[in-house]
């Protein structure tokens, strides 16, 4: 059984995704220890090459270090079907970035939202009404994500077999180039999703 498998993606993969990612991350191993790597993988992406094979940027790195989190070893990468596919959660920075993933895999609608996009709908479920399997193992730490991940996407259906849209306060604005204030700003945001995000794959 694979690990339940997060791609953060943005425009450059360097600001926004990577601190997406890694926060998340440092959410789960907080409540997993060493387990949280072999039952989850967070990886990221750009829809752009600028940046590909490059560490994130000083501000997110800071920002990451500063909340406890470990920015060693990441490179930039551009998103690519094979990233998708191997995916069982997406989460965009913009809804831009959804539509470009939807453009390379249309059959992942189901599991790609914008990140606040994502963080809104988990905040209206009663988790505890879903029946979510135990994250006991790996196997069921995979099976729990999957489930989530629908129930989420559920609670975006327009009750006539398609899906809300995404709401305009959902995404995220790219601090690239900015003081280290405004990366603190997307990182509280991103946190806003991926503290309850490691909370409910963990349960």
């Not at 994502?118 to 790996?138: I, K, S, Y």
Request: charge should be negative; aromatic fraction near 4%.
């Amino acid at each position: 059984m694979p690990p339940f498998t997060i791609l953060h993606v943005c425009v450059g993969n360097i600001c926004r995704s990577p601190m997406a990612e890694r926060l998340l991350a440092l959410g789960l191993r907080k409540r997993l220890g060493d387990e949280v790597e072999t039952r989850y993988l967070n990886h990221g992406a750009g829809t752009g090459s600028w940046h590909v094979g490059q560490p994130m940027s000083e501000g997110a790195s800071r920002i990451v270090t500063d909340r406890g989190g470990d920015p060693a070893g990441f490179l930039a990468r551009r998103v690519s079907g094979d990233l998708v596919d191997m995916s069982d959660l997406v989460l965009t920075a913009t809804s831009e970035q959804v539509e470009h993933i939807l453009d390379l895999r249309p059959e992942a609608a189901s599991r790609t939202f914008v990140l606040g996009e994502f963080g809104r709908l988990l905040a209206q479920l009663d988790l505890a009404g879903l029946d979510l399997p135990p994250a006991v193992d790996d196997v069921t730490a995979y099976a729990r994500g999957v489930a989530l991940v629908a129930a989420v996407d559920a609670a975006r259906s327009d009750g006539a077999g398609g899906r809300l849209a995404s709401k305009g306060v959902d995404n995220l604005p790219d601090p690239y180039g900015m003081p280290d204030r405004e990366f603190a700003r997307a990182a509280d945001r991103i946190e806003v999703t991926v503290v309850p995000l490691a909370e409910a794959l963990v349960g």
